[in-house]
């Protein structure tokens, strides 16, 4: 019964930490709290490192990047003596965007190239089309559009495979700006990527 207990108190922060996501957030906030006792608390793995990595997305899109780097490595070392593949490659997403934001392109695309990897291996197409996206962005941000622009069309190809199209429109908004920008320049002089924006 202490177990369940405990696994309806995770599920529910995890939904308020998705609620959360992407807003300017206090990292004191009490669920954050409360989260983190939970992650210290449960015997479950699993679920501890679950904690980890949502709290990893969380810094990252706050540009807490050293925290969100914490917290995806602890996710990570988790996830691999586990085996589990996909929350591996999330982890590797997860800290691909911490290395992009600190414009540490070499290591980021290699990250990011793992979660693709994985992900295309595991056939979870929305994660591979999350990491085809952002790969996509590291390499505009590193001023390689050729790379850029076919990490950005993967990305667009699956998210219409997956019919999710707000996510298929702004990739091809994103396709097109770089096209223009190409054509009125030569090259495309877009402003660095927001990668971990997405």
């Not at 003596?81 to 691909?96: F, P, Q, S, T």
């Not at 934001?101 to 595991?122: C, F, G, H, V, W």
């Amino acid at each position: 019964m202490a177990y369940t207990n405990q696994f309806r108190v995770f599920s529910k922060l995890m939904k308020l930490l998705t609620k959360l996501f992407g807003v300017n957030i206090n990292p004191s906030n009490d669920a954050f709290n409360e989260c983190l006792q939970l992650a210290t608390n449960v015997e479950d793995k699993q679920l501890r490192a679950l904690t980890y990595l949502n709290m990893g997305k969380t810094m990252v899109r706050q540009k807490e990047l050293k925290p969100a780097f914490d917290y995806a490595h602890k996710a990570l070392k988790i996830f691999k003596r586990m085996n589990d593949m996909l929350n591996v490659a999330e982890a590797y997403h997860i800290i691909g965007l911490v290395h992009a934001e600190r414009s540490e392109y070499p290591e980021a695309t290699k990250l990011l190239e793992n979660s693709i990897r994985i992900n295309d291996e595991m056939d979870y197409k929305e994660g591979l089309a999350e990491a085809f996206l952002d790969c996509g962005k590291v390499h505009q941000a590193a001023s390689d559009f050729l790379q850029a622009k076919e990490r950005f069309e993967q990305a667009r190809d699956v998210y219409d495979e997956l019919h999710i199209d707000s996510k298929t429109d702004e990739v091809i908004h994103i396709i097109a700006e770089m096209n223009s920008n190409a054509g009125n320049n030569g090259v495309d002089n877009s402003a660095k990527a927001e990668v971990a924006s997405s």
